[in-house]
């Protein structure tokens, strides 16, 4: 703006003086050409020159418009067809995720005709087809997704997702495992390979997966120990049945190492280490758990490893291992239970009613409590009081899958009924 007006300034200064200057020194320019005779005034003549070249500019600068012209248009055009394609894409993309299938197909459509965009059209194709279960037609759109560079991921997802919707796991778990290779990054495809490795028992792939979650940070240092103590002991629960012992106590050694904290760990290894004469080390380490996890399971284990199956000596070796956490209700049960073994009624008596009276009794408690009657005082009436009130006792110690929230007899990497990994808990009586 400035530089305009500098420039308009210096301009009519130039005129003027130009103009002074002709006045003082006036003159006339003649033009004489094929027999024609033009005279004028210096400064008329040199008025008439600026305004022709004035005329000639302006005449240039209408004709570049003219010519443009077309283009302008189809700019116009273009922006018309880019404002409608995108209004497609974005009702596309809620179709998609309202799985509403004849929409999908005219947004897609309504792509193509604005947009020549093959791998849009195509990828909205293949989705309307896998959401209206045309698996023919779906395999065919979602591999021609992979031929394009751009789509080839999507390509892979698609033939996933559709691989699980006919039940072909194994097939899904080897396209997860090449689309890994074109893109190492996606957490989708790193806990994919993860969850259904374990769940098929390939239990190495599994395990090569594990920097890749920690790097993702899909799962942290402490739950990839505990994971990988879990996937020994699946692996080695597997070596065992197919009688190939020497490779699954390595693993359970190994499980061991890592995590003798967990209950499955502890509970996979502590007959074989009795067994093995390390019997102390058994003790040990059920001790240390007990309070963690007062699992009934691992009394039986820890009496094995005193070698006195006197009742009286192992209702004393129950009350060593309860004085860990003396105030469990866990602690309470097996206390009653090992008393009335021993014929110790009165202790019987008060560690089981201390359950009653607290509201922790299970249909268990209420089941010791009737042959306490039976076996004390040959009350058959009493006994079957108490056997009413273990029918109305809700079952609270299990093993229970998170995922379905179906019990299990015991642990299980995998849970039979959901196929869900590493979610079958221990479920006690609550402290
Ligand atoms: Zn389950």
Excluded at 3 to 22: A, G, H, M, S
Excluded at 53 to 67: D, E, S, Y
Excluded at 356 to 383: F, G, W
Aim: aromatic share 12%.
């Amino acid at each position: 703006m400035i530089k305009r007006l500098l420039f308009l300034i210096i301009t009519v200064i130039i005129v003027t003086l130009l103009v002074f200057w002709f006045q003082d020194h006036p003159g006339f320019l003649v033009i004489r050409w094929l027999g024609y005779e033009v005279e004028a005034q210096v400064s008329v003549a040199l008025l008439i020159l600026s305004l022709g070249f004035f005329c000639v500019w302006g005449v240039l600068g209408l004709l570049k418009k003219i010519l443009h012209f077309p283009q302008f248009l189809k700019g116009r055009y273009g922006a018309h067809h880019q404002r409608r394609g995108l209004q497609s894409l974005y009702n596309a993309l809620s179709s998609l995720e309202a799985e509403d299938v004849k929409k999908l197909l005219i947004e897609g459509e309504g792509i193509s005709s604005h947009w020549s965009e093959k791998p849009l059209e195509t990828f909205f194709k293949a989705n309307a087809a896998y959401y209206s279960n045309d698996f023919k037609g779906a395999t065919e759109a979602f591999n021609q997704l992979r031929l394009y560079k751009e789509t080839e991921f999507l390509g892979f997802k698609g033939l996933i997702k559709l691989a699980l919707k006919q039940d072909q796991e194994e097939k899904a778990l080897e396209l997860a495992i090449e689309a890994d290779k074109i893109y190492p990054q996606s957490p989708y495809i790193a806990k994919f390979i993860y969850q259904h490795s374990l769940m098929r028992e390939k239990f190495d792939q599994a395990l090569m997966m594990m920097p890749t979650l920690l790097r993702l940070k899909i799962i942290s240092e402490d739950e990839a120990e505990s994971q990988r103590a879990f996937i020994y002991v699946s692996e080695a629960n597997k070596f065992k049945e197919e009688g190939k012992s020497d490779e699954a106590d390595n693993l359970y050694e190994k499980a061991l190492q890592l995590r003798p904290d967990l209950l499955p760990v502890a509970l996979a290894n502590a007959s074989r280490l009795i067994e093995a004469g390390k019997a102390r080390k058994v003790r040990n380490l059920i001790e240390k758990i007990w309070p963690q996890t007062p699992h009934p399971d691992l009394v039986p284990y820890y009496l094995r490893t005193f070698n006195d199956g006197h009742p009286m000596e192992q209702f004393k070796q129950v009350q060593r291992l309860v004085s860990f956490a003396p105030d469990y209700p866990q602690s309470f049960l097996e206390s009653g239970r090992y008393a009335l073994n021993a014929k110790v009624w009165g202790r019987a008596r008060s560690f089981l009613m201390e359950l009653v009276e607290r509201e922790n009794a299970t249909a268990e408690v209420y089941k010791l409590l009737a042959t306490l009657e039976l076996e004390e005082h040959h009350d058959k009436n009493r006994s079957e009081q108490w056997l009413q009130k273990a029918t109305m006792a809700p079952q609270t110690s299990m093993w229970r899958c998170e995922s379905c929230l179906k019990p299990q007899d015991a642990w299980l990497g995998s849970c039979p009924d959901c196929w869900a990994w590493g979610r079958i808990n221990w479920i006690g009586v609550s402290n």
